[in-house]
């Protein structure tokens, strides 16, 4: 059995592309679907369903999908016992990220990125709709929501502070709240998707629907609608930092500290065997993020 069509078929199981998996190996299509073809023959079934318009693993692939994986695994493992074999990050890594905080943060970072690994190829899909890895092809999903999807292996990247902020105007025109419940006589710029804001101190947890003159479905945009006037609004430190720094937002409420759970995390589908283009993603965001984000620092 040949390790390049085991290697070729784990990559085809990822991306349900086989064009794309053969450029990522460095092989033309009609290639690759041969190397496949002969990896069918040499087992006596057929492991992939094949249309015009998707690529799909049979019961037999799904079955074998994990005895490949393990064997690619294996050799690795061996070559590194002994120190051989080349573990160099090649090919293409597909990325999705949030549509604000790829912009922000993952493009600015993406020169450094290909300077340390010039053999890498980097196609970045931004968007706010959270998409389907294996459906879309994509080896690693940015994600600043709710992780339900047991199939996905998560690691963090950087935490997600969250503060209330308004701008200096606003608050000379309009006051500043003291407490939650202050807020119901104010108007606020409800980023969509978030419908109540959760704050705890002392005296426990209150959770306040906000009285939404406005409501946006991206973050960069609410952070700016706020640093105009137009409202308070909840904005992560990644987002509003800078904003922060110039003394053209401020933080208010801050005796009482928003509850929030999430994280920026990079995820990718469960498997024994890690691309090393993924772990060299992955280990790098982590590196330059860490658990003291630079956007936090002072």
């Given at each position: ?42 087992l ?8 015009t ?25 061996a ?10 990050p ?32 980097v ?16 080896d ?45 006589q ?27 003159a ?35 937002l ?24 890690i691309?090393?283009?993924?772990r ?19």
């Amino acid at each position: 059995m040949n390790n390049d069509h085991l290697q070729l078929f784990v990559r085809v199981a990822s991306t349900q592309n086989i064009s794309l998996a053969g450029s990522e190996l460095g092989l033309s299509p009609p290639v690759a679907s041969m190397h496949l073809n002969k990896l069918e023959e040499s087992l006596g079934v057929k492991l992939i369903h094949r249309t015009t318009r998707k690529v799909s693993l049979t019961e037999e692939g799904r079955e074998f999908l994990p005895h490949a994986e393990e064997v690619l695994s294996a050799v690795d493992r061996a070559k590194a016992s002994v120190g051989a074999g080349s573990f160099t990050p090649r090919g293409t890594i597909r990325v999705t990220a949030p549509s604000s905080f790829g912009r922000m943060h993952i493009v600015p970072a993406l020169k450094d990125f290909i300077s340390e690994y010039p053999q890498l190829k980097v196609d970045l899909r931004q968007s706010d709709n959270i998409v389907d890895m294996v459906e879309g092809g994509f080896d690693i999903a940015i994600r600043n929501a709710a992780l339900n999807d047991s199939s996905l292996v998560a690691r963090k990247l950087a935490s997600d502070t969250r503060i209330i902020c308004a701008s200096p105007d606003y608050i000379a025109k309009f006051g500043e709240p003291k407490t939650p419940q202050e807020l119901q006589q104010h108007s606020c710029i409800n980023l969509i998707g978030i419908d109540h804001w959760d704050f705890e101190n002392e005296e426990g947890i209150q959770r306040i629907k906000p009285n939404s003159a406005i409501r946006i479905d991206n973050g960069e945009s609410t952070r700016d609608a706020c640093v105009d006037g137009a409202g308070i609004t909840i904005s992560s430190i990644w987002c509003c930092d800078k904003e922060l720094r110039e003394g053209k937002l401020v933080k208010i409420l801050t005796d009482y500290r928003l509850v929030n759970n999430s994280a920026i995390w990079a995820v990718y589908p469960s498997s024994r065997l890690i691309a090393p283009k993924v772990r060299a993603f992955i280990d790098f965001f982590v590196n330059r993020f860490g658990d003291n984000p630079y956007w936090e620092r002072k």
